[in-house]
């Protein structure tokens, strides 16, 4: 007899929880706002206080309420009603922000200015065991570690540009090919309009000059080193006619990355393109170019092709791939 009565009692007081947990449920999913603007007070429940209360407390939002144990019905309320969504969020996956691929503007026409001839696919053979740039005349040539110039390839036309210099005499470092000289000239002109004074530093070099360059670094740092600095011989812009070194006196005209914070550096970053050259080297594409950032190293490809590098930010390299895929269409 106690026994049942014992039930009896049991499961009113069961019941009698179960439907506060239902009214409670209610109460959060159905009107959270009530009490939202309610500050949660930890005095509300201390009455009851049971011993997981003071985590439930303590981290209102962090975790979810589900988890917590059907305790005091005045704690509930005090939740906020954006809780439920809150957990929920770490679990979100991360916007899938894709690394900002280049885009090439709508109206920039690729085969008004490269011609199938001069893409990388086309102007390439394997020759000796390495791989021989066909094109080496061409304005757009791209040699890199992968694009060898012919060892035998000299520019037609070079010149010696009407620049101030950082070292006097003759040297064939002075010289580059017409087109690119003439634009070096209207940079330096446009940079002295402007207050700023650049000197070129080293233009033209033949593969015996690179050759013994690299030679000298590779014995100087050990081989890994001088190919990460300088070029293998065939593998130098420089020998294209087409680049020039430049520098300040702020930096005592040395060709290194502090270069990139004078104000010289920063103008040439901001201005080469407007006479068409580019920053052939970029900061974070040195797996792409294979070289280290080079501020001072310009490259000529005429303003076409520079001004649509410069907005893209991407190198010679990728401006090729896209002009190979537009091409290709
Ligand atoms: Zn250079």
């Known amino acids: 007899m106690k026994k049942i009565i014992y039930f009896i009692i049991a499961a009113t007081i069961v019941g009698g929880l179960w439907s506060q947990v239902h009214a409670l449920n209610d109460n959060a999913s159905g009107k959270p706002d009530t009490s939202a603007s309610a500050p949660a007070s930890p005095e509300l429940s201390t009455p009851s206080a049971s011993p997981s209360e003071p985590i439930e407390v303590e981290e209102p939002e962090a975790s979810a309420p589900e988890s917590t144990p059907t305790p005091t019905p ?9 809780e439920p969504s809150e957990p929920s969020e770490p679990s979100k996956p991360p916007k899938p922000s894709k690394p900002s691929k280049p885009s090439p503007n709508d109206d920039y026409d690729f085969g008004q200015i490269i011609s199938p001839d001069d893409l990388p696919a086309m102007t390439i053979e394997h020759k000796g065991g390495i791989d021989v740039i066909t094109n080496p005349k061409s304005l757009y040539v791209l040699a890199n570690k992968k694009r060898n110039l012919p060892s035998d390839y000299v520019p037609p036309d070079l010149v010696v540009p009407d620049v101030p210099f950082s070292f006097s005499g003759d040297s064939p470092k002075k010289k580059m090919r017409k087109a690119a ?29 690179q050759k013994a360059i690299f030679t000298a670094n590779a014995e100087k740092k050990g081989e890994d080193v001088a190919n990460k600095t300088s070029a293998r011989p065939g593998q130098s812009e420089h020998q294209t006619g087409l680049a020039m070194d430049i520098s300040s006196a702020s930096v005592g005209y040395a060709l290194e990355e502090t270069f990139a914070k004078t104000k010289e550096g920063k103008w040439l970053a901001a201005h080469a393109a407007d006479h068409g050259f580019i920053i052939r080297f970029l900061k974070g594409k040195e797996k792409i170019t294979g070289y280290s950032y080079e501020p001072w190293h310009v490259r000529y490809v005429g303003r076409d092709v520079a001004k649509e590098i410069a907005r893209q930010k991407i190198t010679l390299e990728e401006y090729m791939d896209e002009a190979a895929e537009v091409i290709a269409r």
């Not at 005045?74 to 954006?82: F, I, L, R, Y």
């Not at 000289?181 to 000059?209: C, M, N, P, W």
Request: charged share 30%; net charge negative.
């Open 74 to 82: 005045e704690e509930k309320p005090s939740g906020k009603p954006s």
């Open 181 to 209: 000289a003439d634009a070096l000239e209207s940079l330096f002109q446009a940079a002295k309009d402007d207050g700023i004074e650049l000197k070129a530093v080293s233009g033209y070099r033949s593969y015996a000059t």
